[in-house]
């Protein structure tokens, strides 16, 4: 069974940091593009940050700029995102897709992965 796990959520204050994990079972995806993406309540889900097949490649919403940082060890093939400066906006649900097949780039929309992990929850108090 192919299967993506998100971990690493929690509670934390405003200005802190948290280190989001996604690590993958049943297959590899080590050529395709991993991202995460989050929703909070009431709203729709929204892209974060993607990361190509390499890890040479990124890219972020514009409101984490400079924040948050995704990376990837391939062999494993798991995910992070660092995330830094952690503001109330950020608190959402977090998921850590990835696409099925191989492709190129770094994907923005949801549609484009296929592999979708139950998410971790990050809440930031003021």
């Known amino acids: 069974q192919v299967q993506l796990v998100e971990s690493g959520g929690g509670l934390v204050q405003a200005g802190d940091s948290l280190r989001l994990s996604c690590a993958a079972s049943?297959?590899?995806?080590?050529?395709?593009?991993m991202g995460w993406f989050r929703q909070a309540p009431g709203k729709e889900r929204e892209f974060v940050a993607a990361?190509?097949?390499?890890?040479?490649?990124?890219n972020y919403r514009d409101s984490v700029k400079g924040r948050f940082t995704v990376s990837r060890d391939n062999p494993k093939t798991t995910v992070w995102l660092k995330m830094s400066s952690l503001r109330p906006e950020d608190t959402a649900v977090y998921f850590c897709p990835a696409a099925a097949r191989p492709r190129l780039g770094v994907p923005t929309s949801p549609r484009v992965y296929d592999v979708w992990g139950q998410g971790t929850q990050v809440t930031v108090s003021s």
């Open positions: 049943g297959r590899t995806f080590s050529t395709c593009p």
């Open positions: 990361i190509n097949w390499s890890g040479g490649s990124t």
